[in-house]
């Protein structure tokens, strides 16, 4: 069985303190592998972002281990843990978070410059990563000129800048109609399986799980279950 690219271990993490203190995260423990599309699911306020947020080292945890590709989070500076994220992580977010005065490949190009990618080879790395998602014709369009979908297939290009090896995507399809929802979720499979990266993905969208190849539960910041999804299709 190969290594798995991040493992957590009894991972809890507590907003607040005190009377107010709440429990966000308890007693988390799982391995993510790479090549895997994991689906978070959970009610409103089961933790499903915190633990999005700790898998990618945006929040320490105040208990247990996080251990991203050999490497346990606890031993790393801030400047060592931003400069691990920065290379092995990319996010995909609700609201595509692009920004709205750069240009398509521009919005790619930010992030790879970001990661050091040298100026000249920004515009031609760009172009790759939006062909890979069916958008290089819409390289010069500014997000407003794109539908919902294609803005979310920039988003997902922007991610993939530096080749991180583990995407995470907090409700990519929420603010997508059914059928590009799906479209989104079904590259997003296809990332996985072709480029051997690892993708969790938060959802409480039902048509997500023919994509999942594998299924948690959060249920009051505990894991509830975990499986193998049914019927996925790799
Ligand atoms: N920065 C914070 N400070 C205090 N409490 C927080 C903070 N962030 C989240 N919480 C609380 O922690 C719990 C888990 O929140 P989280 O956002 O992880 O849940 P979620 O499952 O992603 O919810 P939703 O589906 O509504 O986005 C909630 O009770 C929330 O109110």
Redo the contacts with the bound molecule.
Sequence with gaps: MSTPLLRLEGVGVT??SGATA?A?LVGISLEISAGEVTLLL????????????VMGCLLRPGQGRVVLDGRPLETLGAEALAALRLAHVGFVFQHYNLFPTLRAWENVAVALDLKQVPRNRQNAQAMHLLDKLGMGDRASHFPAELSGGQKQRVAIARALAGSPNLILAD?PTAALDGKTGQGVVATLHDLAHRENCAVVI?S?DPRVEPFADRVLH?ED?RLTDDRRAAGNQA
């Design positions: 907003y607040g709440l966000a959970g009610p409103s306020g089961s933790g499903k972002t915190t633990l999005l947020q409700e938060v409480h959060l910041g």
